[in-house]
């Protein structure tokens, strides 16, 4: 397979020396964005074309897709060379990130070609994440869109601080000299309004390949750069706070027998060689490296990007999610921050929901506050934020479920950057930036106690637990409710039942029945219940709890073994009949919103502790099917 390529003759005559040449050369990751069809694909089919880096074989495909599903007559259509999937080719818009590599004489590069369409927003971002430059395209005809500034700022927003304004299908507007300074203009004054301090502008056109790789005679008017040239000679700024120490995050313990125990991971930052004191975070524990452990062999040291594996002097406990870094280093260690999330998924966010939050190799839970404010990337303004939809920016504070290290994305971006994944489906619905630590959480600390859950639970006699009733309303979760507890303090138990109705009345009166305050109204009951656990009492709960995610944060709350799990089961047919309040009546008749089992989801619980089929037996059985259940675990 032949490469149509102008190179000298050194690759035949010594190809070692090529490839020395070759592997010394500085490598530029960037990407392409813009909105859609503003030439993005075209403009690097073009660069690829033009530095003779398509094979023979590759460049025949090509000519026979153009003619297939090509958009510019007999011409080739470059795009197809990176828009491989058939719905973009029966579109005409990229969805995917296509990666290529290319090189020159002077740098190799690794380009990323994002979709502009908005709904693949999204997927511009996975190419942005590890990218140092930014070709922003814009349609000399159109000019700059919204899109154009939404994907500006996202570039910005995930640290990139090279910009190039890339002034695209210029033939089409007979090269007009006062468009392209137009576009430059407005694209100035919003870049100026984000922060973005400087960017290159090139007029060109990705079809006709005018100020790519050689510099067009259509454009005597522009004496800058062509694109390759400033591609190849750009200095690349870097942000002025970014971290140096030496981390790395713990990918999985290596122990392939009983006399080897490593910690293997990738090297993220700085460097670290045997002898070195290091600290594991987030124990704090400290040990001496003794080795460095490769595949080629032990190493004297280890840079950034290596992957290795360390074993370390001490027995000490390390495990996949921690991080090893510098003993003085700067990491810091918090369970509360200020975030910027960029939210990727169709379903709006509940704010108050549980998400699975991932950063560098650990996952913990995580619950997202009510916003502060949302950003419109049009005018940066800061808007109220009544809910988080697709592609929309926002600055929220969030809470894990546990102290994790971090730094802030300025600083870094892998201890710094974070994706959101919903706990049902495992999709990943957003994206984070951790701008700083909440002060609270560094002022507020648990205080121990003498007398715990134990002790408080011993002098009652009873071991705590929580008996969480969940059904439709009307299914008599109230009713069996109160008779066990009834029950239970014949038994002289010492309880208290927590119902949805009474609830409403004090503590989350402040509450309507949206999915966001349903959210927020289990949560706060289940901090309820497991203060009351604490305090050694069984606690019968009676809530509708519409949503499985939220039943099982309650369950995580509370502990696995000291959580049941009720459901109260009646057919919506049943519990309309019953009716007592005329809830379902209003519901129906649209006078009573966001009602559940109406016009709002009931989730059936999948695997419940209990089962009650409340229409095939009376009160009192349910009663004492709930026992049988929870005896032995209520009983010292």
């Known amino acids: 397979m032949k490469l149509k390529s102008n190179k000298t003759n050194i690759i035949a005559n010594d190809i070692d020396a090529y490839l020395k040449t070759h592997q010394n050369k500085s490598l530029l990751r960037f990407i392409t964005c813009g909105s859609v069809d503003d030439g993005k694909s075209t403009l690097i089919g073009r660069f690829l074309y033009d530095c003779k880096m398509i094979f023979e074989d590759q460049l025949a495909q090509l000519k026979i897709d153009s003619k297939k599903s090509g958009t510019q007559g007999k011409k080739i259509d470059f795009a197809l060379h990176l828009d491989g999937l058939e719905a973009e080719r029966q579109q005409g818009i990229t969805i995917d990130v296509a990666y290529r590599f290319f090189s020159t004489e002077k740098r190799k590069f690794i380009v990323a070609d994002t979709p502009g369409h908005e709904q693949y927003t999204r997927n511009m971002i996975t190419g942005a994440s590890n990218a140092e430059l930014s070709i922003v395209l814009v349609d000399a005809r159109n000019g700059v869109s919204q899109q154009t500034k939404r ?31 137009i576009i430059v203009k407005d694209f100035k004054k919003y870049t100026q309004n984000i922060g973005i301090k400087n960017f290159i502008a090139v007029p060109i056109s990705g079809l006709v390949g005018d100020n790519i790789v050689k510099k067009s005679d259509n454009m005597k008017w522009y004496n800058g750069p062509t694109l390759i040239h400033q591609l190849e000679n750009v200095k690349l700024l870097k942000s002025e706070d970014e971290f140096n120490d030496f981390f790395m995050p713990v990918q999985w313990v290596n122990r392939p027998n009983q006399n080897f125990r490593g910690f293997s991971g990738k090297v993220e930052c700085g460097n670290v060689k045997p002898g070195d004191i290091v600290r594991i975070l987030p124990s704090n524990k400290t040990s001496q490296v003794h080795s460095i452990v490769t595949y080629d062999g032990n190493l004297d040291q280890a840079k950034k990007n290596q992957s290795i594996t360390l074993t370390l002097k001490d027995e000490i406990d390390c495990s996949r999610g921690q991080i090893i ?6 990491i810091e260690l918090s ?7 960029i939210w990727m998924n169709e379903k709006s966010m509940v704010f108050g929901r549980s998400y699975y939050l991932k950063i560098g190799t650990q996952t913990v839970s995580v619950f997202v506050s009510k916003p502060k404010y ?29 102290f994790i290290p971090f730094l802030s994305y300025k600083q870094n971006h892998t201890l710094g950057g974070f994706i959101l994944i919903d706990k049902m489906t495992n999709v990943t619905v957003g994206a984070g930036l951790i701008n700083h630590a909440l002060r609270r959480s560094q002022n507020i600390h648990w205080q121990k106690m003498d007398i715990n859950r ?31 507890e009834r029950r239970l303090v014949e038994m002289n138990k010492h309880t208290y039942l927590l119902d949805g109705d009474n609830i409403r009345h004090g503590l989350n009166k402040d509450l309507g029945f949206t999915d966001k305050d349903r959210v927020e109204n289990l949560r706060r009951v289940g901090q309820v219940a497991r203060l009351m656990n604490d305090a050694g009492l069984i606690v019968i709960a009676a809530f509708i709890s519409p949503f499985e995610l939220e039943r099982d944060m309650v369950r995580q709350m509370i502990g696995k073994d000291e959580f049941f799990e009720v459901f109260i089961d009646a057919p919506l047919s049943v519990v309309e009949k019953r009716d007592v309040k005329g809830l379902y009546a209003k519901a129906r008749l649209g006078k009573l919103k966001n009602f559940t089992g109406i016009d709002s989801a009931y989730e059936v619980p999948k695997n419940p502790d209990i089962h009650i089929k409340t229409s095939n ?17 209520i009983d010292f």
């Open 335 to 341: 369970d509360q921050f200020e975030s910027t999330i």
């Open 151 to 181: 994907h500006t700022y996202l570039c910005h927003l995930l640290g990139i601080k090279n910009f190039i304004l890339a002034v695209n299908k210029m033939d089409l507007t007979n090269y007009d000299e006062t468009k392209f300074n």
């Open 325 to 330: 870094t510098n003993k003085n280093s700067d």
């Open 454 to 484: 134990f002790h408080h639970a011993k002098l009652k006699n009873q071991k705590p637990v929580v008996i969480w009733m969940t059904g439709l309303s009307g299914s008599g979760k109230s009713t069996i409710a109160n008779a066990l």
């Open 617 to 633: 037996i009376s009160i009192e059985e349910a009663v004492d099917e709930i026992m049988k259940k929870i005896i032995n675990s």
């Open 374 to 402: 949302k950003i419109n990337v049009n005018s940066m303004e800061k808007e109220a934020a009544l809910s988080l939809d697709l592609n929309d920016i926002c600055v929220v504070n969030i809470t894990t479920d546990q």
